[in-house]
T-cell receptor
């Protein structure tokens, strides 16, 4: 199997607070994890690519100081939305690639963030 | 650069009728193609993929897709649609020769199956 989990599945927070979302590969080691953002009725937009033990690579237009990504181990990556604002409300989805099959991506179930 | 086009925002089909959701792609090398389905407030569920071999790929829930290199297409099909197939469908591609780059997604096609 290749299972990816995300926690929490949904979160509501107040403006100005920070929120951390975890992405875990449960039964495999992931060299690379990807973070996507999805607005209602729209496609997935890649935010950043993170490799274990190194700094994440952010896509153009994504603020790295606002969306902090840490890939501390081969099974865990975290996305922290700092000083959240209502416009950060979105569905965040992570995916992970296996060490031995780098071309395959396995997706987490997503995290719904609502900032009030 | 890689890109995917899903020309239809919405596809409506009657239950029991065949369905097709269109996808065309562009890559510089050989494509690695996927279809995913997404239900409301849920993550992506893998349906099928094409990497090499037989052009007709069979996947989950009775779906299949045909890889057409000359037309650079990878249309998703099902012989008989179910109401439960109503969801958002995404086609995705990556270039096999591009290293560990992420999938590029189409904008999605909303399928509505009417009873």
């Amino acid at each position: 199997g290749a299972v990816v989990s995300q926690h929490p599945s949904w979160v509501i927070c107040k403006s100005g607070t920070s929120v951390k979302i975890e992405c875990r590969s449960l039964d495999f080691q992931a060299t690379t994890m990807f973070w996507y953002r999805q607005f209602p009725k729209q496609s997935l937009m890649l935010m950043a690519t993170s490799n274990e033990g190194s700094k994440a690579t952010y896509e153009q237009g994504v603020e790295k100081d606002k969306f902090l990504i840490n890939h501390a181990s081969l099974t865990l990556s975290t996305l922290t939305v700092t000083s959240a604002h209502p416009e950060d409300s979105s569905f965040y989805i992570c995916s992970a690639s296996k060490v031995e099959h780098t071309y395959e991506q396995y997706f987490g179930p997503g995290t719904r963030l609502t900032v009030t | 650069a890689q890109s995917v086009a899903q020309p239809e925002d919405q596809v409506n089909v009657a239950e029991g009728n065949p369905l097709t959701v269109k996808c065309t792609y562009s890559v510089s090398g050989n494509p690695y193609l996927f279809w995913y389905v997404q239900y409301p407030n849920r993550g992506l569920q893998f349906l099928l993929k094409y990497i090499t071999g037989d052009n007709l790929v069979k996947g989950s829930y009775g779906f299949e897709a045909e890889f057409n290199k000359s037309q650079t297409s990878f249309h998703l099909k099902k012989p008989s649609a179910l109401v439960s197939d109503s969801a958002l469908y995404f086609c995705a591609v990556r270039d096999l020769n591009s290293g560990n780059t992420p999938l590029v997604f189409g904008k999605g096609t909303r399928l509505s199956v009417i009873a």
